[in-house]
Nanobody, 125 residues
Framework: QVQLVESGGGLVQPGDSLRLSCTAS????????MGWFRQTPGKERDFVAA????????FYANSVKGRFTISRDNAKNTVYLQMSSLKPEDTAVYYC??????????????????WGQGTQVTVSS
């Protein structure tokens, strides 16, 4: 079992940057591939970014490619999502997720076993 806690959300203006953190407890984070997802009311939870166990390989949704960066510090049991050039359409609740398989993170959202509670990001002028 692993428990995930997100932090760093807030209200920012278009064009601003924000860094989300996801800290794990219960098991060593290096055991898991990690991902970030986001969800707006009435819509499905969408994939944003993923990183493999080592941190050497990262993947992004087309909508955030070039603006968001996922990284991890296994020594701190923490995964980050650095968001820049934020747009109003980035407004959502952001969730971090953990699974032993990177493929599960990227393609099988319903099968992801571990989720954080979410953190709200609002981009508005």
């Amino acid at each position: 079992q692993v428990q995930l806690v997100e932090s760093g959300g807030g209200l920012v203006q278009p064009g601003d940057s924000l860094r989300l953190s996801c800290t794990a407890s219960g098991r060593t984070l290096s055991t898991y591939a990690m991902g970030w997802f986001r969800q707006t009311p009435g819509k499905e939870r969408d994939f944003v970014a993923a990183v493999d166990r080592s941190g050497d390989n990262t993947f992004y949704a087309n909508s955030v490619k070039g603006r968001f960066t996922i990284s991890r510090d296994n020594a701190k049991n923490t995964v980050y999502l650095q968001m820049s050039s934020l747009k109003p359409e980035d407004t959502a609740v952001y969730y971090c997720a953990a699974a032993t398989s990177l493929i599960t993170i990227m393609t099988a959202t319903p099968n992801i076993p571990y989720w954080g509670q979410g953190t709200q990001v609002t981009v508005s002028s």
